[in-house]
């Protein structure tokens, strides 16, 4: 099925004109999700046609493309990754960068609701960590975050995922009056199941139909509040992304902080986003892009991509300048979180 496109150039490693190794992709395999939270997603969203996405096959080579130029981790988000059909034959043929050596990981974020479905397939095509969104343990606040989500089924799913082996991440959004009371009990939950819990601050990415003013609650308030209740050790460890880890004394886990507002973490960027369509984005909060749906269809080789991928990575820019504040009510950028996958 997968045709072997190595090129007969050098496939030298992506470094962008600040220094940067991209070493990570992030590849979102589709918009569609079966939630709707609030801070991500508008609650009547028009989905891209069928048509425009890549397929299984070429979102693959895409990925391959990136691994012969050194990405050594690769994430599959969404929208939600578990809906898109046909989604394991990918993780399966992914997985051979794994078996190969090429890869040092390929994981997934998700919200969890299919994941009782597929968590043991998973681990046996050699996936070892997700990420998994979950931003309440209260029933009904998570179905009025998610809209359409039910906690229930989320928790079930991250029962079958520790069960077949699966380590899991909680990633939980921060969200002024929603659930900042009940970011002490997230972490002794997540840390008393054994799995790390990153926050995150809400970023102002797509309209969503809501002020953001009034979803943003700096991490550096949450920080400053858990300090009093626990004791917060700063640590070393990282995951290769952007989140700051904690050791929490009193609950024997990492707590990470992923803080692209109060604290830019430009400056040791190593990712790059693509999406469904083949778009690749050099940075989640600017608007440049490239199209590697077109070179990657106009040759059966590889040379147009990596020409594409080469022009795209010497534009990385330094860095994102997200601000929320009253002066700022417009979302920094058109597009939703769901196209870029977080
Ligand atoms: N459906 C999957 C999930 O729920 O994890 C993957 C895609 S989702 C877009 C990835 C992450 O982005 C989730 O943790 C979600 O909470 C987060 N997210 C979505 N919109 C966000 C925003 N505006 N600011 C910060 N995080 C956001």
Redesign the pocket.
Known sequence: MYVDRSVPVINAPLVDPFGRAITYLRVSVTDR?D?R?V??MAENMTFLPKADLLTLEELDRLCSAFVDRGVRKLRL?????LVRRGIMTLVGSLARHLKRGTLDELTL???GSQLAKYATELVDLGIERV???L?TLDAEKFRTITRWGELDKVLAGIDAAQRAGLRVKI?A?ALKGVNEDEIPRLVEWAHGRGMDLTL???????DVGEGRLDQYLPLSIVRARLSERFTLDEIDYRTGGPARYVHVRETDGRLGFITPLTHNFCESCNRVRVTCTGTLFMCLGQDDAADLRTPLRASEANDLLHAEIDRAIARKPKGHDFVIDRRHTRPALAR???TT??
């Open positions: 999700c939630f939270c801070y991500c988000t969404g929208g939600e990754p974020t998700t919200n990420n998994v969104s931003d990633n959004v995150i601050e809400v970023m102002p990415l797509g939703h979180m769901s996958g977080g």
